[in-house]
């Protein structure tokens, strides 16, 4: 059982413009959360992370969105660049526990110029 | 952010030989070291989390005796592919994390070709 799903497999969007990526997870023990961008043959590079105890947080041009009664996160990019274009994935964590984070399967973002 | 290096970025073994895949947090000291596994076009695999000091503790259906991981110090971790056939031919990457903090930050990863 997938207790941190990314439901979209790839997303398209056009060079400028907002990227949404969304990710919804089921264990309400998890309360930090973390985004992680990966290239192909490459390991991830973290991006931005949020603690339960916030509903946004922002670095740059990125933005994460939790809603916590919705056990739902998103990852905004504004504008999109074609260098954004990689698998992003949603972890979670219990940091209270084993801080072992659980992922998702990612998400592929193409960004067109 | 922090920086995990990975050493090598690319191993080509011949079946039955064993290959050993370093970990180093450049920056920072690593308590808990984490080791992945992906597939092509699949999600990261955790097969073991290791602490310093102590034993690493593998995920189910990762044989211990197969990989072999080794933390001996707060910024070194190796995993040792035994043995190695064509089957654990995979990227593997591995992360680590401080005590002080929550995010992990991961190594660059090593593409593994057993012929």
């Known amino acids: 059982d997938q207790q941190v799903k990314q439901n979209s497999p790839s997303l398209s969007v056009q060079e400028g413009r907002i990227s949404i990526l969304n990710c919804d997870y089921t264990?309400?023990?998890?309360?930090?959360f973390l985004w992680y961008k990966k290239y192909p043959a490459e390991g991830p590079t973290f991006l931005i992370s949020?603690?339960?105890?916030?509903d946004k947080n922002e670095d740059g041009r990125f933005t994460v969105f939790l809603n916590k009664s919705a056990k739902h996160l998103s990852l905004h990019i504004v504008p999109s660049q074609p260098g954004d274009s990689a698998v992003y994935f949603c972890?979670?964590?219990?940091?209270?526990?084993?801080?072992?984070?659980?992922f998702g399967r990612g998400t592929s973002l193409i960004v067109h110029p | 952010g922090a920086v995990v290096s990975q050493h090598p970025s690319w191993v080509i073994c011949k079946s039955g030989t064993s290959v050993k895949i370093e970990c180093r947090s450049l920056d920072f000291q690593a308590t808990t070291m984490f080791w992945y596994r992906q597939f092509p076009k699949q999600s990261l695999m955790l097969m073991a989390t290791?602490?310093?000091?102590?034993?690493?503790?593998?995920e189910q259906g990762v044989e211990k005796d197969k990989f072999l991981i080794n933390h001996a110090s707060l910024t070194l971790s190796t995993l040792t592919v035994t043995s190695a056939h064509p089957e654990d031919s995979s990227f593997y990457i591995c992360?680590?994390?401080?005590?002080?903090?929550?995010?992990?930050?991961f190594g660059p990863g090593t593409r593994l070709l057993v012929l």
């Open positions: 972890a979670a964590i219990t940091t209270g526990g084993s801080y072992i984070p659980t």
């Open positions: 992360s680590a994390r401080d005590y002080y903090q929550e995010t992990q930050y």
């Open positions: 290791s602490n310093e000091g102590s034993k690493a503790t593998y």
């Open positions: 949020i603690s339960s105890i916030k």
């Open positions: 264990n309400s023990m998890f309360d930090y």
